[in-house]
Structures are given as structure tokens and as C-alpha cells.
């Protein structure tokens, strides 16, 4: 699978210590259960440009498809009719967010999904650190479309970065940014998974697992019923929240989120997480090139080498 040229950059040291994960990590293609594939399919073509890399069918007939910009994955989409609809209170997925390498790119995808009559429009929020654009797809899947602004322009303090909810105008953001080149094809430009922020029950408990347990580092650990954490001196990699769902309990099998997945550098990295994974008494399955875990609400976490095959995403 071959990476994009658009990375989040990490911090000068990129091994791991044993107690946290790579500061040169990359978060992967999110692994959607859809009940409508064509229907979600087209939206995600239509309204992110992205395009299909590969498909695969399964016994049984359930079929796992890969939308994504040139050959770096976005979404996997997995075709699993019958299943329960996406339920607002559950834990699960708050939102994907696909970061874009500038401001004309960002503007460009925020056009088309606002022109597609499937998106319902969420807001837009100036966040210090980043400008971004909330839609939701029509299964009822939050997405963000956003822009980092450049990290010497980030305000750290206590080891914590300033985030803000602030008014950003997308009209006037349109007016301002988009160029007639990527208005008419913005697929061209790069994208990847930023981001990917989740419901949870419980965010003292969200903090045992993703930060103690996996290695992430908290941002943000002041804001209201929520915790941002990353790697490298990210903004934030992960976030979770209880706005829409405290005191959710595990969740069943249904449509929407069915994994996160994480790329980190080397089987060291992987080794030392085991390791923690072992200490904290958790469950997981080792592979060789992934580990996998299952987070206190039943979201499947896969942490994998570089070099992923579309073939090896497809057979999660």
C-alpha cells in the first residue's frame, strides 16, 4: 500500500520508549459496516472524490471495498446488510477526519460534499490548530474535512496544546480559498486519515486504555467530557468523547465503526505494545506484521506494520 505524500509529521524522536506509541505513527483506512454499499460507495466517490482501489468478496457474499486518493486508503466499506442502523448514543464513531495538505485542497472536498444532497452539513469550527468542516454521510457517519495549520503556530503549555471551538464562516472560507483547478478535480490532491474521533462510555476509562494501556499521549485533558491524545506532538490522533454517550456500555454488532487502524514503524513498536497490552491483562491477538485489541466498548483497534497489502486490509 503505498503511502501518501501527505504525512502528519512527528517529533524528532521517533523510536519507541516502551510506554508510548511511535512518535511516527499514521493513522489508517477506517473500516466502515454498511448496510447499502453502492449507495455508500457512490457517496464517498461523489462527494470526498475518492475513488475505488480494491474489492474483494467473501463466502457468505459479504463484500469488502477500499475507496481512497490515488493508491493511500481512506475508508474500507464492508457490505453487511441486515444489521442494525447507526445508533446516535452508542458508543462507537464520532468522527472520521481526512486531513488535506492545504487550505485550496480542503476547500475544494468541502464543495463537493456540500453539493452532494446526501451530506447533511454539521458545522465548522476554526480549532487553533486546525480549520475544520463536519458533514455526515447518509448511513449517519460523522466526517471531518480539515487543514492543520503549520505546528510553529500551535500554542503549547504543561504539555497540553490550545484547542478552541471557533466560529469559521464557510462561505466566506470558499470565497477565500478555492481555486478553479481544484474546484473541478479535487481528487487529485493528496489526502489521509488525520484523525478518527470515538463515543465512549467513560473517559477516565478511555484514558486507561488509550493512553495507559496503547501508549497514547494526552493533548487535551481538560475539555468537558472529552480526552485528545496522540503521538509526536500531534494535536490529537484519537479523541473520545461522552457528549452523545455516557454511560455506554459495550455495543453490539452493528452498521457503522468496525475498526481503527493505527501503522506504526517497526515490530519493536508492536513488541512494546504487547508488552503493555500484557501488563494491563488485556486480550489480544498477535500476527506478526498487527496486534489487534478490543477497546472497553467493542471497537476493534488493529496496530500494524508499514506495508500493508489492500489484499491483507480486505482480509481484516
Known sequence: MTASPLTVPGSDSGGTDGQHLSADLAMDAVTLRVGDLELMSSYYENALALTPIE????????????????????????????????????????HTAFLFEDQASLAGT????????????????????????????????????????????????????????LFLDPEAYLRTHLSDDVATSPGLRPGIVGHVHLQVGD??????????????????????????????????HVAMNTWNSRGAGPRATSLGLAD?????????????????????????????????????????????????????????
Not at 487553533?128 to 503556530?153: H, T
Open 55 to 94: 474489492e474483494k468478496a467473501r463466502v457468505g457474499g459479504e463484500v469488502h471495498r477500499v475507496l481512497g486518493r490515488g493508491t493511500t486508503p481512506f475508508v474500507r466499506l464492508v457490505a453487511t446488510p441486515g444489521l442494525p442502523a447507526v445508533e446516535p448514543r452508542q458508543a462507537g464513531l464520532f
Open 110 to 165: 468541502v464543495l463537493r460534499a456540500a453539493q452532494d444532497p446526501r451530506s447533511r452539513f454539521v458545522g465548522s469550527s476554526d480549532h487553533l490548530v486546525s480549520e475544520a468542516f463536519y458533514f455526515a454521510d447518509p448511513e449517519g457517519n460523522g466526517i471531518e474535512l480539515y487543514w492543520d495549520r503549520p505546528r510553529d503556530q500551535w500554542t503549547w503549555s504543561g504539555g497540553q496544546v490550545a484547542m478552541d471551538t
Open 260 to 316: 481503527v487502524a493505527i501503522t506504526v514503524p517497526g515490530r519493536e513498536d508492536l513488541d512494546a505494545l504487547a508488552g503493555r497490552l500484557t501488563a494491563a491483562r488485556s486480550r489480544f491477538a498477535d500476527e506478526g506484521r498487527s496486534v489487534s485489541v478490543t477497546d472497553p466498548w467493542g471497537t476493534p483497534v488493529t496496530i500494524s506494520l508499514p506495508g500493508t497489502s489492500t489484499d491483507e486490509l480486505l482480509a481484516r
Open 203 to 236: 473517559v477516565d476509562a478511555a484514558r486507561t486504555f488509550y493512553v495507559d494501556t496503547l501508549g497514547f499521549e494526552t493533548t487535551v485533558g481538560s475539555h468537558p467530557g472529552a480526552l485528545f491524545a496522540a503521538a509526536g506532538g500531534y494535536h490529537h
